[in-house]
């Protein structure tokens, strides 16, 4: 509603308001609508984006009911920048590498409807493979310690595991948590992958629970215009169905709002 001299209001009982029509308060107020919608387009278009971690794939260090915040701006931006992918950007502008172990959401290859999240660990040219778990970059293994158990509550049948988990230690020193439940899974096992140029590779923390670059047909190398982002910081978590709002003060995980993203 615009702002009113108070000189122009009439008497309190009649409700009467000189100078401003109702019709033009009610266009007032689909302004003031319309410029707050577009200012948040702005602002989620080149600046940061709220998601949220629907999977367990990045386990430890996403969990079920994160919500983010990615920066839009730290790889530039694509066409996969804007609402609704319009294709307004041809490949990518203002274009920043990421760097080895960066978590990145970015628009799945084989479905670019889709958003996933998972951690860099191939930049093009890279020979990435992964043998019995240990993950190998240029033929090197990456450095890896056990730091005890993650222990989650199985939704299902209410009973808790331990899953070992460890510290990997990039060649560039970048560390983070992973998952490890088993050397002989699916994806601990791989041929060497070799990063095409403009492309990179993407694995999930929880190492035998991610479907990921290791996978082909499923996800594949991901292109450069596929990046949407950088995952920077944690907003707000909560445990279980995010709508039951009866729960949230014993859901609400306090200790993981606002925390940075290792």
Known sequence: MADTDPSEVGPEETGEISGVTEDGGLWETVKTV?????????????????????????????????????????????????????????????FTEPKRGDVAVFKLPTDRSTDYIKRIVGLPGDKVQVVKGILHINGAAVKRRHAGEFVEKDEWSGLYRRIPRYIETLPSGRQYFILEETEFGRGDNTQVYTVPDGHYFAMGDNRDRSQDSRFLDAVGYIPRQNL??????????????AWKIWNWPWSLRFSRFFKGIE
């Open 34 to 94: 319309i410029i707050a919608i577009a200012i948040a387009m702005v602002i989620r278009t080149v600046a940061y984006e709220p998601f949220n971690i629907p999977s367990g794939s990045m386990k430890p260090t996403l969990l079920v009911g994160d919500y983010l915040f990615v920066s839009k701006f730290s790889y530039g931006y694509s066409r996969y920048s804007l609402p609704f992918a319009l294709p307004l950007i041809p490949g990518r502008v203002m």
């Open 228 to 241: 949407v982002g950088r995952a920077e910081v944690k907003f707000f978590s909560i445990d279980g169905a």
